[in-house]
């Protein structure tokens, strides 16, 4: 099985890397499990593999296919279908990879450092689209409130501070049916995966929220602490987040929400305005214990909020709450720190491994499929980078594992050759170094000019 066509041995280390990544992890199996079957022809799991690799080889599909027709058995065709085919649970099967994957990882994490599960959200921009199956219209908060074409991604990740993995992700399109642009032909059929597909995608972001953590009960990507921006932070959230077992530690909005101070229901200005502040310059300002209400819930969560100075503005203060009271200041600033470790995996996945600009596609289901490629790719990086204790960040792995696909070039292996002619002269013959010089340049110049050509800049170089 080749993930990536090469053109000798000394060129397919990625396509190696990632043979022992599949085998390792028993891709062939979680995909069966996730009704990825051969139907007739092409084995799923050779189809998966090329596309996985697809990314590495610095070409696009079309490209790919057209220079390497008879490295690869199949045609553009056959990917079509795979990604299309929508009785493949993309979902289980990045769940169940990503729960090994953090099984081996958890091995090298020591028990004293806490692992988080993040949760945030980010654009899936398809601008220039217009018929894509559920293709929504949104507000980017990032860039001055302007609007996009697209969907929105979320993503929990699994981290322990220093490697990331994505568990699960969702694909959310607009509530409202005003700012949905295109709909969907898919005949509504509540027992088919098709369908509940699309039934999510018109759900909340909170609820699909609530479903991941449900999913991740009992798995070895459970984590004892959740934690989200201001985004995602509202009582509401809190309260059935610690319902489910999970404590949060979370940033919280500065607006009018209230909560349970002294007897009092304050917001977070007034709890700040009627408190003492350390003095001098202290990582934290204030720390106070507060109860999270809500009226749709009789209970009441104890927690535990802390005002931290804005480092864009040191007149402001960020307040970050935690659901363990037990936890310390300084804990609790440390634990919110690691939820910025899905930034980068943002950026990642949306400038290397190519998840808005690889594929076009118009079926939401082949959109998820890719998705997926996407974040299996993410999760192969992460373990390469985690376990060879590489200091390098993933962007730069990378660009390390791209380079050695590029084949040599025929200057360098040229003068690769004339290197290893010249110290046989001078071992065996002991030719003088103007003898051999002038034995090289009569080399050279009786070649056809074709292949001299290709030897200018190479011969000047020397």
Request: charged fraction near 30%; proline fraction near 2%; include cysteine.
């Amino acid at each position: 099985m080749t993930t990536i066509p090469h053109e000798n041995e000394n060129d397919n280390a990625i396509s190696k890397c990632c043979e022992r990544f599949i085998k390792r992890f028993r891709i062939n199996t979680l995909l069966r499990n996730s009704s990825a079957t051969k139907e007739k022809g092409i084995p799923a799991y050779e189809v998966f593999a090329f596309i996985l690799g697809l990314v590495f080889s610095g070409k696009n599909l079309y490209t790919l296919l057209s220079t390497a027709k008879e490295k690869v058995s199949f045609g553009k065709d056959v990917v079509y279908r795979f990604l299309c085919n929508a009785s493949i649970n993309w979902n289980l099967f990045l769940f169940n990879l990503s729960c090994s994957v953090v099984s081996e990882v958890d091995y090298l994490t020591s028990d004293e450092r806490r692992t988080v599960l993040i949760i945030d959200d980010t654009p899936y921009y398809r601008d220039r689209s217009k018929n894509v199956e559920l293709l929504s219209r949104f507000k980017d908060h990032s860039k001055n409130n302007r609007y996009y074409k697209g969907f929105e991604f979320l993503t929990m990740g699994w981290s322990d501070g220093q490697t990331f993995i994505p568990v699960d992700f969702r694909l959310s399109a607009n509530k409202e049916d005003k700012k949905l642009i295109c709909g969907t032909n898919v005949k509504e059929d509540n027992r088919t995966l098709a369908t509940k597909r699309r039934q999510d995608a018109r759900r909340s972001k909170p609820e699909l929220v609530l479903d991941m953590l449900r999913n991740v009960k009992g798995t070895p990507a459970e984590a004892k602490y959740v934690t989200y921006d201001s985004w995602f932070s509202s009582p509401s959230a809190i309260i059935d987040t610690k319902n489910l077992g999970f404590d949060v530690v979370a940033r919280l909005k500065n607006n009018k929400t209230r909560y349970e101070f002294e007897g009092e229901l304050l917001s977070l200005k007034q709890i700040y305005a009627r408190s003492k502040k350390r003095r001098g310059r202290a990582s934290w300002l204030l720390s106070v214990m507060v109860k999270v209400r809500h009226d749709d819930y009789k209970e009441s969560v104890p927690a535990k909020i802390v005002f931290v100075r804005d480092r864009n503005n040191r007149k402001n203060w960020i307040a970050i709450i935690s659901t363990d009271t037990s936890l310390s200041e300084e804990e609790i600033i440390e634990l919110y720190g690691k939820r910025w470790d899905i930034e980068p995996y943002h950026k990642m996945i949306k400038s290397y491994l190519k998840l808005e600009k690889e594929f076009q596609f118009r079926s939401f289901d082949a959109i998820n499929a890719h998705v997926t490629i996407v974040l299996t790719r993410y999760i192969f990086l992460s373990l390469e980078n985690r376990e060879k204790k590489d200091l390098r960040s993933i962007n730069e792995g990378f660009h390390m594992l791209c380079n050695e696909l590029e084949d040599i070039s025929f200057a360098q292996a040229f003068d690769l050759i004339t290197s290893v002619i010249k110290q046989c002269c001078a071992d065996y013959l002991h030719l003088a170094k103007e003898q051999i010089n002038a034995f090289v340049e009569l080399f050279v110049t009786g070649l056809p000019s074709y292949i001299k050509d290709k030897l200018v800049f190479s011969m000047c170089e020397s």
